[in-house]
Protein backbone atom coordinates (compact mmCIF):
# COMPACT_ATOMS: atom_id res chain seq x y z
CA UNK A 1 0.00 0.00 0.00
CA UNK A 2 1.33 3.29 -1.09
CA UNK A 3 1.63 5.97 1.94
CA UNK A 4 0.58 8.88 1.97
CA UNK A 5 3.56 10.24 3.71
CA UNK A 6 5.65 13.34 2.25
CA UNK A 7 9.55 12.25 4.10
CA UNK A 8 10.89 15.92 4.20
CA UNK A 9 7.71 16.41 6.56
CA UNK A 10 8.38 13.21 8.72
CA UNK A 11 11.60 14.31 9.31
CA UNK A 12 10.93 17.92 10.72
CA UNK A 13 9.13 15.95 13.30
CA UNK A 14 11.57 13.27 13.78
CA UNK A 15 14.40 16.19 14.44
CA UNK A 16 12.54 17.64 17.45
CA UNK A 17 12.07 13.93 18.88
CA UNK A 18 14.22 14.57 21.90
CA UNK A 19 12.36 18.04 22.96
CA UNK A 20 8.86 16.97 22.31
CA UNK A 21 8.12 16.65 26.18
CA UNK A 22 10.10 20.35 26.95
CA UNK A 23 7.06 22.42 28.05
CA UNK A 24 9.42 25.39 26.79
CA UNK A 25 11.38 23.88 24.03
CA UNK A 26 10.19 24.49 20.58
CA UNK A 27 6.98 22.59 20.84
CA UNK A 28 5.52 24.92 23.82
CA UNK A 29 2.57 25.66 21.57
CA UNK A 30 1.48 22.29 21.60
CA UNK A 31 1.41 21.61 25.35
CA UNK A 32 -0.32 24.82 25.59
CA UNK A 33 -3.15 24.45 23.09
CA UNK A 34 -3.34 20.78 24.08
CA UNK A 35 -5.70 21.04 27.01
CA UNK A 36 -8.27 23.34 24.52
CA UNK A 37 -8.58 20.67 22.05
CA UNK A 38 -9.25 17.75 24.72
CA UNK A 39 -12.11 20.19 26.39
CA UNK A 40 -13.56 20.50 22.61
CA UNK A 41 -13.11 16.85 22.10
CA UNK A 42 -14.67 15.82 25.26
CA UNK A 43 -17.74 17.93 24.35
CA UNK A 44 -18.81 15.65 21.71
CA UNK A 45 -18.20 12.31 22.68
CA UNK A 46 -17.79 10.63 25.86
CA UNK A 47 -13.64 9.75 25.96
CA UNK A 48 -13.63 7.62 29.20
CA UNK A 49 -13.80 4.22 27.96
CA UNK A 50 -13.80 4.88 24.75
CA UNK A 51 -11.13 3.52 22.11
CA UNK A 52 -9.52 6.06 20.43
CA UNK A 53 -6.93 6.80 17.85
CA UNK A 54 -4.25 9.77 17.73
CA UNK A 55 -3.77 9.93 13.89
CA UNK A 56 -0.14 11.70 13.62
CA UNK A 57 0.59 11.20 17.23
CA UNK A 58 4.09 12.40 17.35
CA UNK A 59 5.35 12.48 20.58
CA UNK A 60 2.05 11.44 22.15
CA UNK A 61 0.94 14.75 23.76
CA UNK A 62 -2.57 14.15 22.58
CA UNK A 63 -2.34 10.71 23.23
CA UNK A 64 -1.54 11.00 26.73
CA UNK A 65 -4.28 13.71 28.03
CA UNK A 66 -6.82 11.40 26.00
CA UNK A 67 -5.44 8.41 28.08
CA UNK A 68 -5.49 9.88 31.28
CA UNK A 69 -8.89 10.94 30.60
CA UNK A 70 -10.24 7.09 29.93
CA UNK A 71 -9.89 6.39 26.91
CA UNK A 72 -8.18 2.91 25.58
CA UNK A 73 -5.95 4.87 23.17
CA UNK A 74 -3.84 3.87 19.98
CA UNK A 75 -1.39 6.52 18.61
CA UNK A 76 0.22 5.98 15.23
CA UNK A 77 2.57 8.08 13.41
CA UNK A 78 5.48 7.49 10.74
CA UNK A 79 7.71 9.56 12.51
CA UNK A 80 9.80 6.90 13.98
CA UNK A 81 11.92 9.10 16.52
CA UNK A 82 8.94 11.29 17.62
CA UNK A 83 7.49 7.15 18.30
CA UNK A 84 10.45 6.54 20.60
CA UNK A 85 9.67 9.82 22.32
CA UNK A 86 6.49 9.01 23.36
CA UNK A 87 6.59 5.48 24.15
CA UNK A 88 9.65 6.56 26.68
CA UNK A 89 7.28 9.03 28.09
CA UNK A 90 4.44 6.72 28.32
CA UNK A 91 6.57 4.26 30.52
CA UNK A 92 7.69 7.08 32.32
CA UNK A 93 4.03 7.94 33.29
CA UNK A 94 3.11 4.67 33.88
CA UNK A 95 0.55 5.13 30.85
CA UNK A 96 -0.67 2.04 28.67
CA UNK A 97 -0.56 3.52 24.97
CA UNK A 98 -0.34 1.23 21.72
CA UNK A 99 2.19 3.42 19.64
CA UNK A 100 2.60 1.71 16.20
CA UNK A 101 4.49 3.01 13.13
CA UNK A 102 2.09 2.77 10.76
CA UNK A 103 -0.24 4.60 8.14
CA UNK A 104 -3.76 5.74 8.83
CA UNK A 105 -4.76 3.86 5.36
CA UNK A 106 -2.66 0.84 6.47
CA UNK A 107 -4.52 0.70 9.90
CA UNK A 108 -8.17 1.18 8.44
CA UNK A 109 -6.94 -1.93 6.13
CA UNK A 110 -6.77 -4.51 9.56
CA UNK A 111 -9.07 -2.80 11.60
CA UNK A 112 -11.93 -1.23 10.00
CA UNK A 113 -14.47 0.44 12.00
CA UNK A 114 -12.27 -0.81 15.04
CA UNK A 115 -12.81 2.95 16.76
CA UNK A 116 -15.09 4.93 18.52
CA UNK A 117 -13.10 8.42 18.28
CA UNK A 118 -10.49 9.43 15.95
CA UNK A 119 -8.20 12.78 16.63
CA UNK A 120 -5.92 13.93 13.64
CA UNK A 121 -4.13 17.22 14.70
CA UNK A 122 -1.94 19.29 13.12
CA UNK A 123 -1.58 16.46 10.54
CA UNK A 124 -3.39 16.59 7.22
CA UNK A 125 -1.37 19.97 6.20
CA UNK A 126 1.52 18.22 6.07
CA UNK A 127 -0.09 14.82 3.80
CA UNK A 128 0.69 14.78 -0.17
CA UNK A 129 -3.41 13.43 -0.54
CA UNK A 130 -5.51 15.11 2.45
CA UNK A 131 -8.60 13.54 0.92
CA UNK A 132 -7.30 9.89 1.05
CA UNK A 133 -6.36 10.97 4.48
CA UNK A 134 -10.15 11.68 5.72
CA UNK A 135 -11.10 8.69 3.74
CA UNK A 136 -9.05 6.46 5.61
CA UNK A 137 -9.95 8.56 9.13
CA UNK A 138 -13.47 7.60 8.16
CA UNK A 139 -12.34 3.84 7.48
CA UNK A 140 -11.39 3.32 10.99
CA UNK A 141 -14.46 4.83 12.66
CA UNK A 142 -17.56 2.68 14.01
CA UNK A 143 -20.86 4.03 12.97
CA UNK A 144 -21.82 6.20 14.73
CA UNK A 145 -18.02 7.24 15.62
CA UNK A 146 -16.26 10.91 15.84
CA UNK A 147 -13.23 11.89 13.86
CA UNK A 148 -11.76 15.39 15.09
CA UNK A 149 -9.39 17.45 12.73
CA UNK A 150 -7.39 20.58 13.55
CA UNK A 151 -5.39 22.50 10.84
CA UNK A 152 -4.61 26.36 9.38
CA UNK A 153 -6.89 28.30 7.07
CA UNK A 154 -5.33 28.81 4.09
CA UNK A 155 -5.85 32.65 4.44
CA UNK A 156 -3.53 35.66 4.45
CA UNK A 157 -3.99 36.12 7.96
CA UNK A 158 -3.13 32.52 8.73
CA UNK A 159 -0.14 33.04 7.00
CA UNK A 160 0.88 36.06 8.58
CA UNK A 161 0.04 34.62 12.15
CA UNK A 162 1.09 31.09 11.81
CA UNK A 163 4.14 31.40 9.36
CA UNK A 164 5.42 34.87 9.62
CA UNK A 165 4.96 35.55 13.15
CA UNK A 166 4.92 32.31 14.95
CA UNK A 167 8.10 30.95 12.71
CA UNK A 168 10.02 33.81 11.85
CA UNK A 169 8.89 36.62 14.49
CA UNK A 170 8.78 35.31 17.91
CA UNK A 171 9.89 31.78 17.44
CA UNK A 172 7.29 30.04 18.74
CA UNK A 173 7.95 26.66 16.07
CA UNK A 174 10.61 25.82 14.50
CA UNK A 175 10.98 27.44 11.41
CA UNK A 176 9.96 25.43 8.30
CA UNK A 177 7.16 23.59 10.40
CA UNK A 178 4.56 24.75 7.74
CA UNK A 179 4.14 24.93 4.12
CA UNK A 180 1.34 27.66 3.49
CA UNK A 181 -0.10 26.04 0.11
CA UNK A 182 -1.08 23.35 1.67
CA UNK A 183 -3.43 24.92 4.46
CA UNK A 184 -7.15 23.86 3.88
CA UNK A 185 -9.94 26.48 4.15
CA UNK A 186 -12.68 25.14 6.02
CA UNK A 187 -14.80 24.65 3.82
CA UNK A 188 -12.44 22.79 1.54
CA UNK A 189 -11.65 20.40 4.81
CA UNK A 190 -15.63 19.93 4.95
CA UNK A 191 -15.97 18.97 1.95
CA UNK A 192 -13.33 15.95 2.06
CA UNK A 193 -14.98 15.11 5.25
CA UNK A 194 -18.64 15.03 3.37
CA UNK A 195 -17.32 12.76 0.24
CA UNK A 196 -15.97 10.35 2.71
CA UNK A 197 -19.43 9.82 3.97
CA UNK A 198 -18.79 11.94 7.36
CA UNK A 199 -21.50 14.44 8.83
CA UNK A 200 -19.96 18.04 9.72
CA UNK A 201 -21.31 18.69 13.58
CA UNK A 202 -18.83 21.63 14.32
CA UNK A 203 -16.49 24.05 13.20
CA UNK A 204 -14.69 25.80 15.93
CA UNK A 205 -11.88 28.50 15.83
CA UNK A 206 -8.57 28.19 18.26
CA UNK A 207 -7.10 31.54 19.45
CA UNK A 208 -3.68 31.74 21.23
CA UNK A 209 -1.84 34.53 22.62
CA UNK A 210 1.87 34.19 22.62
CA UNK A 211 1.99 37.07 25.55
CA UNK A 212 0.05 34.86 28.05
CA UNK A 213 0.77 31.51 26.26
CA UNK A 214 -3.16 30.70 26.72
CA UNK A 215 -5.59 29.11 23.88
CA UNK A 216 -9.11 29.52 23.70
CA UNK A 217 -12.19 28.40 21.25
CA UNK A 218 -13.34 31.55 19.41
CA UNK A 219 -16.25 31.62 16.62
CA UNK A 220 -13.47 33.08 13.91
CA UNK A 221 -12.32 30.04 11.56
CA UNK A 222 -9.70 32.03 9.41
CA UNK A 223 -6.50 30.93 11.34
CA UNK A 224 -6.51 27.93 13.38
CA UNK A 225 -9.82 25.55 13.39
CA UNK A 226 -11.18 22.64 14.84
CA UNK A 227 -13.55 20.44 12.99
CA UNK A 228 -15.87 17.44 14.34
CA UNK A 229 -17.39 15.05 11.94
CA UNK A 230 -19.21 11.87 12.69
CA UNK A 231 -19.98 8.50 10.61
CA UNK A 232 -23.43 8.32 10.07
CA UNK A 233 -24.96 5.32 12.77
Given at each position: MHANVDPAE??????????WWDPRGPLRTLHEINPV???WMAGHVRLDGAR??????????????????????????????????????????????????VSAAALAARAPGGFDALACMELIEHVPDPAALVQACADLLRPGGWAFFSTLSRTPKAYAQAVLAAEYALRLLPRGTHDYARFLRPAELAGLCRAAGLEVVDLSGLAYNPLTHRARLRPQVDVNYLLAARKPA
Open positions: TAKFDAHAGQRLAVVDVGCGGGVLSEALARAGATVTGIDLAADALVAARGHAAEHGLEIDYRE
